[in-house]
């Protein structure tokens, strides 16, 4: 089957017809146009992605062809045009999201969890479970440039600047700086016992401060990458003492992390809240009470809303916090397994992924209401071309 599949026009529109059923073009010259509001939506279950107008509420094609991408992310090159999408197969696929083609693919591992771009556009480095430790590839042709033995999982990966990246090992509880600003053998730093099992990590826009999630212990790692020597240290040590931790059905991801107002709003293990942490002492400043345990708190771009989606048996619903008063102003319910968001680049609609229902929804953020939806195979994540230009994304 031809990869390339452009749908027409009028299937576009008609979104109550399911995928399968649109036809394609399979000839023909790709439609002139700009990257800056198209994104891609990963379909899980069938190995495919679609690429999609935000401006229009369109989908434009859909690409077959990516594997395993029951667990994926994604990064953009610098101008835009190829997506780099991280697959739980190990695979690490190229797309050319305005040919709509595979450009290039390559199954790098048995199992990874994600990656990152360098910021000079050159290199996309692979975080893997098995056998673990990190690849590094060549951006234009997916050869690969270096292989980062760590003798455990690696989790965390985000590119900072000057050409690095960063990340961190299950097992070993360490994080790796990975600089390869002097040509292709990285020069590794490692900041040993940052705490129990690292689950997931953020990095601040400005590329200086890393955050570690800590599966194993209640706190976080943090990292300030301007500090000389390296070193970490832990914050909201014990945020749940005196709590009986709960069940958890599903990992919080601190990649969606959220920060407003000189604070960050970061999802809390086993717990039906979010925590308020200052952005200069990294010291809990709150706590906000959710209905269920917290996946994504994302934040919107201008900082003003907080949106925050759960595990199951929650995640029919999406709350949304309100910065300066720190109170949920909103519940919303968008239907059963909401996986993902997205904003629009300046935050007047957000995306979202309705695994269940088979649909993605577009929402107006100051009304707070439903204003369109399309057809998507079990969507989960979603990811516009804005990411292009921001650090850690």
Same mark, same amino acid.
Do not use: C
């Given at each position: !089957? &031809?990869?390339?599949? $452009?749908?027409?026009?009028? !299937? ?18 790709? =439609? ?75 199954? =790098? ?70 600089? $390869? ?15 129990? &099992? @690292? ?45 009986? @931790? ?23 293990? /086993? ?21 269920? =345990?917290?996946?994504?708190? !994302?934040?919107?771009?201008? /900082? ?10 929650? &995640?029919? $619903?999406? =709350? ?37 229902? &088979? ?24 990811? $516009? ?9």
């Amino acid at each position: !089957m &031809n990869r390339r599949s $452009f749908l027409t026009s009028a !299937m576009i529109g008609a979104s109550t017809l399911p995928l399968a059923a649109t036809p394609a073009f399979t000839t023909g010259a790709p =439609q002139l146009r700009g990257t800056g509001d198209l994104g891609i939506v990963i379909e899980r279950a069938t190995g495919s992605v679609l690429i999609v107008d935000t401006t229009k509420h369109e989908r434009i094609a859909r690409v077959e062809g990516f594997g395993d991408i029951s667990h994926a992310s994604a990064v953009f090159s610098r101008d835009e045009r190829f997506a780099y999408v991280f697959g739980r197969d190990g695979g690490l696929t190229k797309l050319d999201i305005l040919t709509a083609e595979v450009v290039a693919r390559k199954v =790098q591992s048995g199992n990874a969890i994600g990656g990152a771009i360098s910021d000079d556009g050159t290199l996309v480095a692979v975080s893997n479970y098995e056998p673990g430790g990190v690849k590094v590839f060549d951006a234009e042709t997916l050869e690969l440039v270096a292989d980062m033995e760590t003798g455990s999982k690696t989790i965390g990966l985000v590119d900072v600047p000057g050409r690095r990246f960063v990340f961190s090992t299950w097992e070993a509880g360490e994080t790796w700086i990975a600089d $390869f600003s002097k040509g292709p053998a990285p020069v590794v730093t490692k900041i040993e016992e940052i705490g129990a &099992n @690292p689950y997931d990590a953020l990095v601040t826009a400005d590329g200086r401060h890393y955050i570690a999630g800590l599966f194993g212990e209640d706190g976080l790692a943090h990292v300030d990458l301007w500090e000389n020597p390296l070193k970490a240290r832990k914050i909201l040590a014990g945020y749940g003492r005196g709590e009986a @931790p709960l069940p958890v059905y599903k990992m919080p991801h601190l990649e969606g992390w959220a920060k407003a107002s000189e604070t960050f709003y970061l999802p809390a293990i /086993g717990r039906h809240g979010v925590l308020i942490v200052d952005d200069r002492s990294f010291e809990e400043v709150g706590r906000i009470p959710l209905l269920g =345990q917290p996946v994504f708190a !994302m934040s919107r771009p201008d /900082g003003r809303q907080v949106f925050v989606n759960f595990a199951p048996p929650d &995640n029919r $619903f999406v =709350q949304v916090i309100d910065t300066p008063s720190r109170k949920v102003v909103a519940t919303l319910e968008p239907g059963p397994g909401v996986l993902h968001m997205e904003f629009a680049p300046r935050g007047h609609e957000v995306w979202m992924s309705v695994r269940d229902e &088979n649909e993605l929804q577009v929402w107006d953020t100051a009304k707070l209401e439903k204003i369109s939806s399309l057809p998507a195979e079990k969507p989960s994540g979603i990811f $516009f071309t804005v990411r292009a230009h921001k650090t850690g994304l």
